[in-house]
């Protein structure tokens, strides 16, 4: 708490969100024909929107 208040008084930026966690990957370069691993992709964005269903 103590250094976001100096932050503020300081008239200092909020730090950007890491937005890293929400992104949702496609299969690698080299499957991007591979059905499975298409398959895997949509499995793994269907986890994260349940991970959102709070």
């Known amino acids: 708490m103590k250094n976001e208040y100096e932050r ?3 008239g200092q930026p909020m ?3 890491n ?3 929400y992104e949702l990957p496609g299969p690698p ?3 991007q024909t ?3 691993a298409w398959q ?3 499995d793994n964005s269907k986890a994260q929107l349940e991970h959102l269903d709070v």
Request: proline share 0%; glycine share 6%.
């Open 15 to 17: 730090d950007l969100l």
């Open 29 to 31: 370069a080299g499957k």
């Open 40 to 42: 895997d992709a949509v």
């Open 8 to 10: 503020i008084q300081n």
């Open 19 to 21: 937005m890293k966690r």
């Open 34 to 36: 591979d059905i499975t």
